[in-house]
């Protein structure tokens, strides 16, 4: 059920489940995309339950405990997502305490200062790791440096998030105009009057409709080595840059992604683990974005089997582009699919993942149901041309990070 409230904030709800629980969602178009300093859109969502102009951190946290609340904040590059997860029977009191946090918090000084702290440490640990670098010059090798997709901060830049900034992007991108809701749950009527009260009455923030979308300005330097010295293991990223969710040919890119390292029996895995015993695990992944996308090839391996893996990596990839995918091996990835895809939506929490995703990607009602119809449609021929159009092995990108490379 789709409602528009008084304020033209989209509700969608899903009544699914048996217990007295629900997931009220609110779903912002404030990722990274949209900061102009590394880091304000995670500090902003991450900083709202620090105390708003009614109540501070510790009596927030308090409420919450008190009836047994959870709240998730995610932060990626498109969307600021908030989730909140409690007890029906406490919908009013939880949603009154959630709408003051998002209307009016105030990001204290001090608490900012200690968040930031925190942050610094943990990014210094995550430097130390290859995979952590890996992926970050991988996204800036496939994007441009200068992309917001390609960007990346350092430890430095926590130095210089003031508290201006997140009162800024707050005021300009968690809005009443940039947001849509998902509740899921063994929810009903009076759910919705709570929803309608707290947040489809009145219009908060102004904002900012700037388009801050460019197009991808890969290196053109395709493949790329990085020392570092102390690293036990190389870690490997290969892929390019593709589409988002919306593309024709998305569907059946994840199929072809499946069969080539998208699940425990993908072909990568067979070869490079199970057959060669390069690696512990390697996988590939299509990251939809929302107006554009990434096919990623990951692995961790051995400093000296690091060149092997490649080579391998490139005879798979060139093997779906001369070799039709045998009958049973593309029944098997179908029959995968089909039960993930069941698996996903087996209960509330799940469908509202599902719900969340299709309006981000600006898919229809029936998404799903056309989704299983291609899936169980695609030929072999077909992904064999997806194959031959979308992983020529010039236009991929190939990121090595490790030791003796």
């Given at each position: ?97 959630i709408a003051d946090i998002l209307k009016f918090p105030v990001f204290p000084q001090e608490e900012l200062e200690i968040y930031k702290q925190k942050r610094k ?222 698996h996903t939506l087996d209960g509330p929490w799940g469908q509202s993942e599902v ?51």
């Amino acid at each position: 059920v789709v409602e528009t409230m008084s304020n033209g904030i989209k509700l969608h709800c899903i009544n699914a489940g048996t217990q007295a629980v629900m997931r009220f969602a609110m779903v912002f178009e404030a990722g990274t995309l949209h900061q102009t300093q590394a880091f304000v859109a995670t500090a902003t969502g991450n900083m709202l339950i620090e105390g708003t102009l009614n109540q501070s951190s510790s009596e927030i946290a308090e409420k919450l405990d008190f009836y047994g609340t959870s709240i998730e904040v995610n932060t990626d590059r498109d969307y600021t997502i908030i989730s909140v997860y409690c007890l029906t029977k406490y919908c009013d009191e939880i949603l009154q305490i959630i709408a003051d946090i998002l209307k009016f918090p105030v990001f204290p000084q001090e608490e900012l200062e200690i968040y930031k702290q925190k942050r610094k440490e943990a990014l210094r640990i995550e430097q130390e790791k290859v995979e952590f670098l890996a992926r970050k010059e991988f996204l800036k090798a496939i994007y441009g440096t200068t992309h917001p997709y390609g960007r990346s901060g350092e430890v430095e830049d926590y130095n210089i998030l003031r508290r201006e900034l997140l009162v800024d992007y707050h005021h300009r991108y968690l809005t009443s105009s940039n947001v849509f809701i998902v509740l899921a749950g063994n929810v009903g009527e009076r759910e919705r009057v709570v929803i309608e009260r707290y947040f489809g009455s009145e219009t908060w923030g102004n904002y900012d409709h700037s388009n801050a979308w460019e197009e991808p300005k890969g290196d053109q330097n395709r493949k790329q080595s990085f020392t570092k010295m102390d690293a036990l293991q190389s870690a490997i990223r290969a892929g390019r840059v593709l589409f988002p969710k919306n593309h024709t040919d998305f569907t059946g890119m994840q199929v072809l992604n499946t069969v080539l390292g998208g699940y425990f029996g993908s072909r990568l895995m067979r070869n490079i683990r199970e057959e060669k015993g390069y690696t512990y695990g390697i996988y590939s992944v299509i990251a939809p974005l929302k107006k554009s996308g990434y096919l990623s090839i990951v692995t961790d391996t051995n400093n000296e089997y690091t060149s092997e893996v490649v080579k391998e990596i490139e005879r798979e990839i060139h093997l779906l582009q001369t070799e039709l995918i045998p009958d049973y091996e593309l029944n098997t990835v179908k029959q995968y699919i089909y039960g993930e895809m069941l698996h996903t939506l087996d209960g509330p929490w799940g469908q509202s993942e599902v719900c969340i995703d299709r309006v981000q990607s600006g898919l229809p009602d029936n998404h799903v149901e056309m989704l299983f119809e291609e899936v169980q449609n695609i030929t072999s021929e077909q992904l064999l041309q997806l194959a031959i159009k979308y992983l020529k092995l010039e236009d991929l990108y190939e990121i090595v990070v490790g030791n003796n490379i």
